[in-house]
C-alpha cells in the first residue's frame, strides 16, 4: 500500500473527472432518434420502404418462398419465414434506429431507418 502514498490530490481529480466524463458519455452514445421507417431489402437491394405510422403486413418472395413482414404501432416484424431456423422470426419487434433482422436463407432482411442510429461495435 506503499503506493497510495505516491498519490496527490490532483491524481484524485484527474481520476474522478475521468470517471465522470466516462459516466456521461454512456447515455450520449448509446440513444438513438425517433425511428421513421423500416427499410426491407431483398438479394441485398431495397425492396420496400415502410412508414412506420401505418399499420401493414407485407409479403417478400425470396428463393425459397415468402417473408411476411408486419408493421404496428412504429415497430415492426417478421412474422413468418421459410428459413428452417427461424432466427429473424425470434428477432421479435424491431423499434430502434439500427436494429435489424436477417432472413439470410431466403436473402431477406428489414432494418430500422430514421433519426440518430446508436452506437455499437460495428460503428467502431
Known amino acids: 500500500m506503499r503506493w497510495l502514498a505516491l498519490i496527490r490530490p490532483g491524481d484524485w481529480l484527474v481520476a474522478a473527472l475521468g470517471t465522470v466524463a466516462c459516466v456521461a458519455s454512456v447515455p450520449l ?3 438513438s432518434g425517433a425511428a421513421d421507417k423500416a ?3 431483398l438479394h441485398g437491394e431495397i425492396f420496400a ?3 412506420l405510422s401505418r399499420n401493414r403486413r407485407i409479403e417478400v418472395r425470396g428463393p425459397l418462398g415468402v417473408t411476411t413482414i408486419a ?3 412504429r415497430r415492426v416484424r417478421v ?3 421459410p428459413g428452417e431456423h427461424q432466427y429473424c422470426v425470434r428477432q421479435g419487434w424491431l423499434e430502434r ?3 435489424i433482422a436477417i432472413c ?3 436473402q431477406v432482411s428489414v432494418q430500422i431507418a430514421g433519426g440518430k442510429e446508436p452506437y ?3 460503428s467502431y
Open 29 to 31: 452514445a448509446w440513444q
Open 39 to 41: 427499410v426491407v431489402r
Open 49 to 51: 420502404e415502410l412508414d
Open 71 to 73: 408493421v404496428d404501432k
Open 79 to 81: 412474422v413468418s419465414d
Open 97 to 99: 434506429a439500427g436494429e
Open 104 to 106: 439470410a436463407p431466403n
Open 120 to 122: 455499437d461495435s460495428l
